[in-house]
């Protein structure tokens, strides 16, 4: 997901997106945790997916507050 297609999204759309991302971050760990899990590349996606969700709601707070 890059960032140009998060600005089209609502601050609502956003809030579901992180939580989605975060949820599947966590099952990762577990998944990684137990061993049942071999995709790593996801790992930095899903982190860095976060980390713009994050740095975009940041950047909307400032403008409007």
Do not use: C, P
Request: net charge positive; aromatic share 4%.
């Amino acid at each position: 997901m890059n960032a140009a297609e998060l600005r089209q999204k609502s601050d609502e759309e956003l809030q579901k997106e992180l939580l989605n991302l975060l949820r599947e971050q966590f099952s990762m760990r577990l998944a990684r945790s137990t061993g049942a899990f071999k995709n790593n590349a996801r790992f930095k996606q899903v982190r860095k997916d976060v980390a713009r969700i994050k740095t975009l709601m940041g950047e909307r707070k400032r403008a409007n507050g």
